[in-house]
């Protein structure tokens, strides 16, 4: 299975603040059809996942675009351009190139 | 307007089947696929399964000796199965279009005697 690692685990950052948070896979995720099947989902307390970035780093319709996504092959990142309060809460990559589809571990972002 | 919508039992014991159904709106499950995704209290994500629009299934390996997945078009339901239950099993489950783009609310699952 695809094994996504991501870093850091926890994330402290002010309002305003800009951070970013790295996904590295265990293998290439690019598919045979051309595209890359990794996504960017923000949990809030409580919440279910909400998607924010899929194919690497196209936004979400309604995500605001102080999140942006890189990379390519094995090594992804989300930017978030000025963390605003409700951008609280755990960034999961989801990979879904490969059967089974996995999850990183997740990062918590937490104010400072 | 899309909604998924997870039910099922809150509480299993041990050694038993859960059965969970989601019930879906506003969209076709001839047209869209849907996967299980489950969440233990305080961890993170693991996908489960999907059921893909022509009604083919993948599971993780990890559990597919145990998970069944299957559909009702005509209700707009998919149904999830799971047996020989164990307490690690204990999680919030969820089911998702299978782009992730709209979940249900999840379902708590307490396996315990």
């Known amino acids: 299975d695809v094994v996504l690692t991501q870093t850091p685990p926890t994330l402290s950052a002010t309002i305003g603040q800009s951070v970013s948070i790295s996904c590295r896979s265990s293998q290439s995720l690019l598919h045979s059809n051309g595209n890359t099947y990794l996504n960017w989902l923000l949990q809030r307390p409580g919440q279910p996942p909400q998607l924010l970035i899929y194919?690497?780093?196209r936004l979400e319709s309604g995500v605001p675009n102080r999140f942006s996504g890189s990379g390519s092959g094995t090594d992804f990142t989300l930017k978030i351009s000025g963390v605003e309060a409700e951008d609280l809460g755990v960034y999961y990559c989801?990979?879904?190139?490969?059967?089974?589809?996995?999850f990183g571990a997740g990062t918590k972002l937490e104010l400072k | 307007q899309v909604q998924l919508k997870e039910s099922g039992p809150g509480l299993v014991q041990p050694s038993q089947t859960l059965s969970l159904t989601c019930t879906v709106s506003?969209?076709?499950?001839?047209?869209?696929?849907v996967s299980w995704i489950r969440q233990p209290p305080g961890k993170g994500l693991e996908w489960m399964g999907v059921i893909w629009s022509n009604g083919g299934t993948d599971y993780n390996s990890a559990i597919k000796s145990r998970l069944s997945i299957s559909r009702d078009t005509s209700k707009s339901q998919v149904f999830l199965k799971m047996n020989s239950l164990q307490t690690e099993d204990t999680a919030m489950y969820f089911c998702?279009?299978?782009?992730?783009?709209?979940w249900g609310q999840g379902v708590m699952v307490t396996v315990s005697s």
């Open positions: 194919l690497v780093s």
């Open positions: 998702a279009r299978w782009r992730l783009d709209y």
């Open positions: 989801v990979q879904s190139t490969h059967a089974p589809y996995t």
């Open positions: 506003g969209l076709s499950l001839t047209s869209n696929s």
